[in-house]
C-alpha cells in the first residue's frame, strides 16, 4: 500500500469526526463535565520510543479530547467576545491546510499573496479605513499590537532624527506612552515588552462607561503614542474620537486603537459609534473575534504604511520580497495565510451579511439586558455594543449565581471586576447564537436568581 491512501483514509476520519463534534455543539455542554476533564489524564503518558499509527493518535485525540472542549464555537458560548467559526471560513481553513503554504511573500506562495492583498483591501473597505493602509495578518490582537507599536515608537523616533534601527533605545529622546485607565492587559504587555516600563506609562483617566475622558486628557507631544479603544472590554463603549483625534494630530502624536472585536461595529448600522476612528495612525483587530473566523487571526492595520513595512522587515539576501509581503508585515516570517479565512467570511457575509451578524448581536445584547433586568439583575453598562456587564444583589450572589450558570454546561460566560467588584459579562458574538439562545440565558439567570436567594453577604 502506499501512503496516499493511508493519508486519504486518515483525513476522512478526521473530517467525519470533525462533522460529528460539530453535529454536537448545539446539544454539548457549553463547558466541559468534571469527568471529561479527569479523563485527560489519559494523554499524561511517557513519550512513546516508538510511533503509534496516525489513527489511533487521532482516536485518542477525539476520544479524550473532544468532550473536555469548551462549546465556544457553539451557539450558547457568550464568554470573552470570541464568537464561533463561520463554515465559509472553517472550510477554506480545512483547504489551506491541504496547501500548506509558507505563505510570507509571492516567491513563496502567489495564490497567499494575491488574495491576503484582497482580503486586506476588503477589511480597509469594510473598517472604513484609509485604503493606503498597510494591513499585516498577525495571530492575535496581542502580536499585531506589538507590531504595530513598534512602528510607532520607531516612526516617532525617526522624526526626532533618531535611527532606530541602528542606535536602539540606548540614548534615543523618550517616547511617552498615554493609556486609557481601561487600556487592556494585552496592549500594556505589547508596552511592557517594547521595553515601555509599567511605571512610565502615563495613564488617562476615564468615565464611568470607561471612557478616555477628553477632559482630562494628559498632554500630547510629537513624541506621544496615545493608546485609545473600540470597544471596551467590559463595557464595549469607545472612546471620544472625534475630541481626541484632532487633538493627537495637532499635537504630532501617533494614536494606536485597540478594537480588537469593536472595530467591526464600523460595518454595522451603527457604525457612528466609532465615527472618527479612521483618523489614528494605527489599528489592531481580530478576526477570530466578532468576524467568526478561526484562530489565530488578527489584523495589525498601519496609515503609514512604510513605517509598518520597515518596522516588520525581514528581507535577507535569499528571501527579498515587496513592502507588502507579509513576513515584511507581521512578526512572524514562516507562517499561515491568516487572511484567507478572513477574505473567506467576507467574500460568504458580503456587506450586506456582515452587516446583518453584526446588527443582531447589537439587537441581541440590548434584549438580553432588557430582559436580565426584569429579572432583577443590575446591567452596569448602557449596553452599546455587544457586551452585557451584570451583578445581582450582592456580591456574593453574583458569583454563585455565575458558578451556578457555569455547572450548569447549559451556557457559559465568565467573570470581571467592574469598578472594584464582581460582575458577570456576557458577550453576543456568535454567528450561530439565535433569540432562542438568549431567551434561554435569560431564563437560566432568572431561575437561578431565585434558586440562590441572595446569601448574606
Ligand atoms: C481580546 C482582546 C485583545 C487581545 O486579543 P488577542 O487576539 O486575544 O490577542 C485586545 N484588546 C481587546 C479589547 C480584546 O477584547
Redesign the pocket.
Known amino acids: 500500500m502506499t501512503t496516499q491512501p493511508l493519508e486519504r483514509q486518515l483525513l476522512e476520519d478526521a473530517d467525519q469526526r470533525a462533522l460529528r463534534y460539530l453535529d454536537g455543539t448545539d446539544c454539548r455542554r457549553v463547558f466541559p463535565s468534571q469527568a471529561a476533564i479527569e479523563a485527560l489524564r489519559g494523554f499524561d503518558e511517557p513519550m512513546p520510543q516508538e510511533g503509534r499509527p496516525a489513527n489511533e493518535v487521532l482516536r485518542q485525540l477525539d476520544e479524550l479530547g473532544s468532550p473536555a472542549t469548551t462549546a465556544s464555537n457553539g451557539p450558547r458560548y457568550f464568554g470573552f467576545?470570541i464568537g464561533a467559526t463561520l463554515p465559509a471560513a472553517a472550510a477554506a481553513e480545512r483547504l489551506l491546510l491541504a496547501w500548506d503554504q509558507c505563505a510570507s511573500s509571492f516567491d513563496n506562495s502567489p495564490a497567499a499573496h494575491r488574495i491576503e492583498q484582497v482580503a486586506a483591501r476588503w477589511v480597509l473597505e469594510t473598517l472604513g479605513l484609509p485604503r493606503q493602509c498597510a494591513v499585516g495578518f498577525g495571530t492575535?490582537?496581542?502580536a499585531c499590537t506589538l507590531a504595530a507599536l513598534s512602528a510607532a515608537r520607531r516612526s516617532l523616533l525617526a522624526r526626532q532624527g533618531w535611527d532606530f534601527d541602528a542606535d536602539g533605545l540606548i540614548g534615543a529622546p523618550e517616547i511617552r506612552v498615554v493609556v486609557s485607565e481601561t487600556t487592556?492587559i494585552?496592549v500594556k504587555k505589547a508596552l511592557r515588552i517594547l521595553g515601555f516600563g509599567m511605571r512610565r506609562l502615563i495613564v488617562a483617566p476615564t468615565d464611568a462607561q470607561g471612557r478616555v475622558d477628553a477632559s482630562r486628557l494628559p498632554e500630547l507631544d510629537a513624541r506621544t503614542i496615545l493608546c485609545l479603544?473600540a470597544?471596551e472590554?467590559n463595557t464595549g463603549e469607545f472612546d471620544p474620537f472625534a475630541e481626541l483625534m484632532p487633538r493627537a494630530k495637532a499635537a504630532g502624536a501617533w494614536v494606536h486603537v485597540?478594537g480588537?472585536?469593536g472595530l467591526w461595529v464600523r460595518a454595522s448600522s451603527s457604525s457612528a459609534l466609532a465615527a472618527d476612528v479612521e483618523q489614528a495612525d494605527s489599528w489592531t483587530t481580530?478576526g477570530?473575534?466578532w468576524l467568526n473566523t478561526p484562530y489565530d487571526g488578527?489584523m495589525a492595520i498601519c496609515r503609514h504604511a512604510d513605517a509598518m513595512a520597515s518596522a516588520m522587515n525581514s528581507d535577507a539576501a535569499y528571501a527579498t520580497a515587496s513592502r507588502d509581503a507579509q513576513k515584511n508585515l507581521t512578526l512572524e516570517f514562516s507562517r499561515r495565510a491568516r487572511g484567507i479565512p478572513i477574505w473567506a467570511a467576507l467574500a460568504a457575509l458580503g456587506r450586506d451579511g456582515l452587516r446583518s451578524m453584526i446588527d443582531r448581536h447589537l439587537r441581541q445584547a440590548a434584549e438580553l439586558a432588557a430582559g436580565l433586568r426584569a429579572a432583577g439583575f443590575e446591567v452596569l453598562n448602557r449596553p452599546v455594543l455587544n457586551q452585557v456587564l451584570v451583578r445581582a444583589t450582592s456580591d456574593a450572589h453574583t458569583v454563585a449565581i455565575r458558578e451556578a450558570a457555569q455547572r450548569s454546561g447549559e451556557v457559559w460566560f465568565g467573570p470581571t471586576l467592574w469598578q472594584g467588584r464582581p460582575a458577570f459579562r456576557l458577550s453576543l458574538s456568535s454567528w450561530r447564537t439565535t433569540d432562542a439562545d438568549v431567551q434561554q440565558l435569560v431564563s437560566l439567570l432568572a431561575a437561578l436568581r431565585q434558586a440562590s436567594a441572595s446569601p448574606a453577604s
Open positions: 467576545v492575535s490582537a496581542t487592556h494585552t479603544q470597544g472590554v485597540d480588537a472585536f481580530d477570530h473575534k488578527a
